[in-house]
């Protein structure tokens, strides 16, 4: 069996909420497949809570909860409206989709002890798309997975069953609209989703999203004609241009509500237009134009660059890759295209500038990409809550405009409020798997739960979301929310202190990514350093080196150039600098390496105890399984302390000024 997350319906307050949980009245919609799985969850949710089964009405009752259908006009289609009246609870809506949202956020509401007479609430997503990504592969392991194996895929077949429901369930209770279920490279009977061979069993998986308002999309076989009849891929090629189209045809014959397809081509190996130099709009117009009909979209990752790098060349620089690569296509893609691009222009470490792709195209469709799968942020053994990196990433400022413009910040272009285009979103390499808490550690889950809530409402602040996940998962106890709020919110810094410093990132174990591993990369063809040597640590990317700053709008071009001007959390990304260059703490870059190693470490172990502290006062299963956790946690800071701090030591041979042990 598994856990239902935040989902799990504890008794709830029955003096203050009972009286809702009588009857339920529908008052506007007609019964369809999404308003049943409303209803539905409403009776759920009385049962366990209150042990009370709900009344259906059939006319408007004088206590209870009703369902109201409103215009389009004020909420959207997505947006809903919840407040209370007398022994009423009102959720109004204008589509069927809606009501699943208002409903579970009314529920969560409940559950929180938030919701009472003076409840008004309306809420109308900030992103148009909501989406999460699987790396999920046909034989059921996951790529960066690290909580169990696939519940889509298992032996190159698809599982459907209860989990494929509860899943469901789970990420429409926070908001999300659209789910790519397998992993971005493609490989062997993954191609065969499009054929024969699976078709009908994605279209019963897209029908069962579809119960909760989420639209299935495919990663697609970019290659895939290479295989058949066209022998080539080039996307200008007449003969792949009909295959594509017949390919569509016969997919959405079956599957009429899938959302689309999302591309990686041209990246890490895998082919796409440029190996018949062709431009990636050529390759995604090319889609897009063969899914029109059918009202879906094409999903084009932005994350290709040349992964065969000499090292010992300093001016190729794979962090300007994206933009090099799409920025002057700006204007031409197809209005059914939207481009996802990397909150980085590097990979998902735990700190790096935000892609000046955002910002740098003004005329085409753009999504965020995180990841909240942890690969480089600790596996999912350590705790990292992610969700106060992404509120800095929605907030960076692009000056798409202009110098004055401050309008123009990630979050307003993903949600096309700059008003240049029509659609965009968030959407996170997802977190879960078959593991009985779907995210290996529990604490991972207010990843999952924040990703979901943040993309609803960029506006949240990162704590609340994670006081009511807490309260939701594990008890409205003050002191269980206050600790494991504060081991929440300590997480990302502390992990960025025992890892990687002041922007330079990558001083991982190769291909796995967990622990230290100094120079596991630096020699390498992936693109990813350093470039220490006995005087100085950083990449030069200012006009002297590659110039990737060059690639941002001003002001922030001259910001990041400048190393007086380049906030010290990334200075390293930008700029090479001596181990003595002095910080604005008024320690030297190499102290400040010593220093946030050391407190990383101590770090880490107060996360522990907190935790710890909490024995008997939570679910003892979560307990247990975080605890072990948290131990390996402790060993993993200490060992990038050591590492970090000897290996460094040794390059430039500058003693640590609090005269601690360093090997
Ligand atoms: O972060 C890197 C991962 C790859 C991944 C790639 C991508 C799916 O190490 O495993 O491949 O990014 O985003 O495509």
Redesign the pocket.
């Known amino acids: 069996m598994w856990t239902q997350c935040w989902l799990d319906y504890k008794a709830a307050n029955k003096d203050a909420y009972g009286k809702y949980f009588t009857t339920l009245y529908v008052d506007g919609f007609k019964k369809d497949d999404v308003i049943s799985t409303a209803s539905d969850e409403l009776a759920r949710a009385s049962l366990s809570m209150f042990e009370r089964s709900l009344d259906i009405d059939i006319s408007a009752p004088n206590k209870g909860i009703i369902i109201k259908k409103t215009g389009q006009e004020l909420l959207g289609s997505e947006g809903y409206h919840i407040y209370a009246d007398g022994d009423i609870a009102y959720i109004e809506a204008g589509t069927p989709q809606a009501v699943i949202y208002g409903v579970f956020r009314f529920l969560a509401l409940v559950r929180t002890d938030a919701f009472n007479d003076k409840t008004d609430v309306t809420e109308i997503p900030s992103n148009p798309i909501r989406m999460l990504d699987h ?1 999920d592969n046909m034989d059921g392991s996951i ?2 997975g690290y909580s169990g194996n696939s519940f889509f895929f298992e032996n190159n077949d698809i599982i459907i069953n209860e989990r494929t429901r509860d899943y469901a369930r789970l990420i429409a209770s926070i908001g999300i609209n659209a789910v790519a279920i397998n ?3 493609v490989k062997e009977a993954a191609t065969d989703l499009v054929n024969k061979r699976f078709i009908d069993k994605v279209a019963k998986l897209s029908d069962i999203f579809a119960c909760y308002g989420v639209k299935l999309f495919l990663s697609l076989n970019y290659a895939m004609p290479i295989e058949y009849e066209p022998e080539s891929a080039d996307p200008l090629d007449e003969k792949v241009i009909t295959w594509w189209k017949n390919k569509m045809k016969e997919v959405y014959d079956v599957i009429p509500n899938l959302g689309g397809f999302l591309v ?1 081509a041209d ?2 190996g895998r082919p796409g237009p440029f190996t018949y130099g062709r431009t990636q709009a050529d390759g995604a117009n090319m889609l897009a134009e063969a899914i029109r009909p059918y009202g879906g979209l094409i999903i084009w990752r932005c ?1 290709v660059y040349n992964c065969k790098q000499d090292w010992r060349d300093l001016k190729t620089d794979r962090a300007r890759a994206g933009y090099d690569y799409f920025s002057s296509l700006d204007g031409q893609f197809a209005d059914n295209v939207i481009l996802q691009i990397k909150n980085g222009p590097m ?2 470490q735990v700190r790096e500038p935000v892609s000046p792709l955002f910002g740098g195209m003004r005329k085409t469709n753009q999504m965020l990409e995180v990841q909240i799968a942890q ?1 480089y942020t600790g596996h999912q053994i350590d705790v990292c809550y992610l969700i106060p990196w992404f509120k800095q990433i929605l907030s960076f400022k692009t000056y798409m405009n202009g110098a004055d413009d401050t309008e123009s910040t990630v979050a307003n272009i993903i949600s096309t409020k700059t008003g240049n285009v029509k659609i965009g979103g968030m959407v996170a390499v997802t977190n879960t798997g078959n593991d009985e808490n779907w995210t290996g550690n529990d604490l991972a889950a207010a990843n999952l739960y924040g990703f979901g809530r943040l993309a609803f409402n960029t506006d949240l602040d990162s704590e609340d979301i994670a006081r009511e996940w807490i309260k939701l998962t594990f008890s409205h106890d003050k002191e269980v929310e206050d600790t494991i709020s504060d081991i929440l919110m300590s997480s990302w810094p502390a992990y960025e202190k025992y890892t990687a410093p002041l922007g330079i990132g990558w001083m991982v174990k190769p291909h796995d ?1 967990y622990g230290p591993s100094v120079d596991g990369y630096e020699y390498d063809r992936w693109g990813t350093y350093h470039r220490a040597d006995w005087q100085s640590i950083g990449v030069e990317r200012g006009p002297d080196g590659t110039d990737f700053a060059g690639q941002y709008n001003s002001p922030n071009r001259e910001m990041y150039r400048d190393a007086s001007k380049t906030p010290e959390e990334l200075l390293l990304f930008f700029h090479k600098m001596p181990y003595k260059h002095v910080l604005s703490s008024g320690k030297t870059i190499i102290q400040h390496i010593y220093d946030t190693h050391f407190e990383g470490y101590e770090e880490a172990k107060r996360m522990r105890d907190e935790w710890n502290s909490l024995k008997g006062k939570i679910d003892d299963r979560a307990f247990l399984e975080s605890k072990k956790r948290f131990d390996m946690q402790v060993d993993n800071a200490h060992e990038w302390c050591d590492i970090v701090n000897s290996y460094f030591y040794r390059k430039c041979g500058i003693d640590d000024e609090k005269g601690r042990t360093i090997y």
């Open positions: 790396w790529e960066r992993n971005v490279n990686k990246s890490e994350f990979d998902f690969e990514h």
